[in-house]
């Protein structure tokens, strides 16, 4: 397939199509040209290819992999200066892996889909955790597994801190020990891209740029075309941009997905607003 002539988002939806074959690194560093049209994919990876090579070269054949954990962390964080940018957590750069690069800046996420990435390359297993408030990165280590918070400097994290940070997300009666085991799974390809979408969503629906959410919410209904309420949040965003045809077609889509919605009345409420505005296009 000839890629150079699809749009961003056909050229989205060729990257997410399959699970067997998401390329999660260069999908997630696609997201950058919704802000970036001119983004040069290619000399990006290519970028990251060099970074891993270097890493590749200063590890011996038989390292074990707890030094070659440590030299990931040196390279990462001393060599390439790679911080967490804890004073503009919600700049919606942390997010975009052209300028995370740039920068040498991101929020738990980025860094982390930065961080893996060199280190497979240069043959370090590490895996991706969608815990609950930051993103985490681990890996096997003498039999055990290993979590990193890359937001951290590369520090590895305690049992008992794992529970202490999920005891911030959980209901009060619940129990961190008994619950912990079920978030420190692996990340699918597909819920790492959503979250790193579903931040840049956040951003823009706090600061009302809804011409910035509408790509957004795209590639989110591309992503995950079973999951209604972001055709909905498409749909409800096309309307802020007095877009009535298309708000209306995701919005009744949203109806026929989920006709047990909560909210069902209320979309149904805003379809009947926005169909004189579409009668007025014609």
Not at 63 to 68: D, R
């Amino acid at each position: 397939m000839n890629v150079t002539n699809l749009t961003p988002l056909d050229y989205w939806a060729t990257l997410v199509g399959d699970d067997a074959s998401l390329p999660v690194f260069e999908a997630a560093a696609s997201v950058a040209q919704d802000a970036y049209p001119g983004l040069d994919l290619d000399a990006l990876l290519l970028d990251v290819d060099g970074f891993a090579e270097r890493l590749r070269s200063r590890l011996a054949p038989d390292a074990t992999p707890l030094h070659k954990l440590r030299l990931l962390n040196h390279f990462f964080f001393g060599d390439l200066h790679f911080r967490a940018n804890a004073n503009d957590y919600y700049d919606p750069e942390n997010s975009y892996l052209n300028r995370v690069i740039e920068r040498r800046c991101g929020i738990p996420i980025s860094l982390a889909l930065v961080y893996i990435e060199i280190g497979r390359q240069a043959g370090i297993p590490l895996q991706g955790v969608a815990f609950p408030g930051h993103y985490l990165v681990k890996t096997r280590i003498n039999g055990g597994e290993v979590f990193i918070d890359v937001f951290d400097e590369g520090r590895s994290l305690t049992r008992g801190e794992l529970e202490a940070r999920l005891a911030n997300h959980l209901p009060d009666d619940a129990d961190p020990t008994l619950a912990l085991a079920a978030h420190l799974n692996s990340a699918r390809p597909r819920n790492t891209l959503a979250r790193l979408l579903r931040n840049l969503k956040t951003i823009h629906l706090r600061d009302d740029e809804w011409a910035r959410l509408l790509p957004v919410q795209q590639r989110l209904v591309a992503l995950l075309p079973q999951d209604p309420t972001e055709l909905r949040d498409r749909g409800l965003t096309y309307a802020r941009l007095e877009c009535p045809r298309a708000a209306i077609e995701d919005l009744e889509g949203y109806l026929r997905m989920a006709p047990q919605a909560a909210d069902r009345q209320a979309v149904a409420e805003r379809i009947a607003e926005l169909r004189p505005e579409a009668d007025r296009l014609n």
